[in-house]
């Protein structure tokens, strides 16, 4: 039993630690709430579930064997389930370049833009006593000057009063580099003339009277350009401003930038009926298909003939040619990349120059789409036969020689041999890995971005797209390619496509292992 004196000391250390827990969870929901207001809803909901439950599981007893755990599954969460759900959620919206704000930004975007909507002043700053300046204005129009008193121009902020003079003094004026360093704090200020007129810097030289362009009346979503007396709308549809009639009918034109909306099945649809996305993806689909397919097949075919030649008895240095076989494995993939880059050349690569003296032609390897396919299929052969090599030097060793012995007393061929015995027993086993060999070359970005970049370029398509692109590389260029033309939205639906596939491709080889097990 405890004594008089430990049970009020459990009692107080045990309010102590609910107190820091609600404490911790006090800070965790003030975290997800500032994330919250900044329009970050998914961050918000990745923040709330592995915040709260981190600390639930380290702050209670019942869940003390969770903690080992709790790191690789937040880890996970946060590094392949989040960007897997961010992907999905984004495929169902117009996120792009042009509309990557939510709406609330937007209309605080266009109602911060300014017009200038009075005089203009030349400006000035005239060197004052104690390291302080003052600003000078005159209008040559109007033929008013103003000037303000002496201020330390690093402290500048909020509304300054300037009175107006007869003429500006003679003192000295300050460099065009003064200014320029204190950009940030003269554009910070408002100056208030003595009618009451405030002017704001509109250049090195110069400061002018600005009025606010849009006005936003909240009741009727109703945005009132104050310059022309335009009206503008949200349109949820596409995502942005758009201007309307005297019958709130939509016009056409619209304002940048935009807004996010949920856009349903369209970016889908858009893939299957817009033949400016439709017949690219269709193109680089069967491609990226044939080209995952031959370098599978040619990786495996060049792996098993070497792991036969390599471990053939009647060869002598079988040492020296397992060495040099294996080398393209044990150099870096890009470095080999950019040197076949360099070989391929068209007008001084090696492979270029030889054909030139042996055939005098000059395939054009970068231009012609037959020929950087077959290019990008003899690299890629390069880089991934030696780990099928690997592979298939320890699997012969487990191929009994009796069938060998077997064979020849029935008087068979090498090439017999190889293809009756050694070829059917080595793809049993290198099924699965074969597979596994597909999905990797399928999204193989690495490969078409350092050696061809996607190109050559394909001709009337709505969006970047090229004949040696793969899915991944189409979709990476949708995204991240043109001057306000990405397309996220777009690409993010492509992107789901990849990762159905792929994960098809992981179901089936996770199901023809078992089989081959059972």
């Known amino acids: 039993m405890l004594s008089s004196t430990q049970a009020p000391n459990s009692l107080s250390h045990t309010w102590v630690k609910r107190t820091f827990v609600w404490l911790l969870y006090l800070i965790a929901f003030y975290l997800v709430f500032t994330i919250y207001l900044q329009g970050e809803i998914l961050f918000a909901l990745l923040a709330l579930i592995v915040i709260t439950s981190g600390i639930y599981i380290f702050s209670n007893r019942i869940t003390y064997r969770w ?9 996970m969460g946060i590094f392949v389930i989040f960007p897997l759900v961010a992907t999905v959620v984004i495929a169902f919206t117009n996120y792009s370049g042009s509309n990557q704000l939510n709406f609330k930004q937007v209309v605080t975007q266009l109602k911060n833009q300014k017009y200038f909507s009075g005089e203009r002043y030349s400006f000035k700053l005239l060197e004052s006593e104690d390291g302080k300046y003052q600003i000078a204005l005159d209008n040559n129009k109007l033929q008013k000057n103003y000037l303000s008193e002496p201020l330390v121009i690093s402290n500048l902020q909020g509304n300054i009063n300037i009175s107006e003079v007869e003429s500006l003094p003679d003192q000295p004026v300050a460099s065009l580099r003064v200014t320029t360093q204190n950009r940030q704090q003269l554009q910070n200020i408002n100056l208030i003339l003595p009618n009451n007129d405030s002017l704001t810097m509109s250049s090195l030289r110069q400061f002018a009277q600005q009025s606010s362009r849009y006005q936003y009346d909240d009741t009727t979503t109703i945005l009132t350009n104050l310059e022309t007396g335009e009206r503008y709308k949200p349109n949820d549809d596409i995502g942005f401003f758009e201007q309307i009639d005297s019958q709130d009918q939509f016009t056409g034109k619209r304002l940048e930038p935009g807004y996010t909306v949920t856009i349903g099945w369209k970016n889908f649809i858009k893939i299957l009926t817009d033949k400016g996305v439709q017949q690219p993806f269709i193109k680089i689909f069967i491609w990226t298909v044939i080209f995952a397919f031959l370098t599978v097949v040619f990786t495996t075919a060049l792996g ?5 030649l390599v471990q053939w008895n009647a060869l002598k240095g079988k040492a020296a040619y397992r060495l040099l076989l294996i080398l393209p494995y044990a150099v870096p993939a890009f470095i080999s990349m950019l040197i076949f880059k360099g070989l391929f050349n068209q007008s001084f690569g090696e492979i270029n120059l030889i054909l030139n003296n042996l055939f005098g032609i000059r395939p054009e390897w970068f231009n012609d789409p037959f020929l950087a396919k077959v290019m990008i299929l003899i690299v890629n052969t390069w880089l991934g036969y030696p780990y099928m090599m690997i592979l298939c030097m320890g699997l012969l060793k487990a191929i009994p020689s009796d069938l060998y012995e077997a064979s020849s007393i029935d008087g068979a061929s090498v090439w017999q041999n190889f293809i009756k015995i050694t070829m059917p027993l080595l793809l049993k086993p290198l099924m699965p890995l074969m597979i596994a060999s597909f999905a990797f070359n399928f999204n193989n970005f690495v490969l078409i971005q350092l050696l061809t970049g996607g190109g050559p370029s394909m001709i009337g398509t709505s969006t970047p797209a090229g004949n040696t692109d793969l899915l991944v590389s189409y979709t990476y260029r949708i995204a991240f390619e043109g001057s306000g033309t990405q397309d996220f939205g777009l690409a993010a639906a ?25």
């Open 67 to 75: 903690r080992y755990v709790y790191p690789g599954v937040a880890a």
């Open 304 to 308: 098993m003939i070497f792991a036969s």
């Open 494 to 518: 492509i992107a789901v496509i990849i990762f159905i596939l792929v994960s098809t491709l992981a179901l089936f080889q996770i199901r023809l292992t078992k089989m081959q097990q059972e």
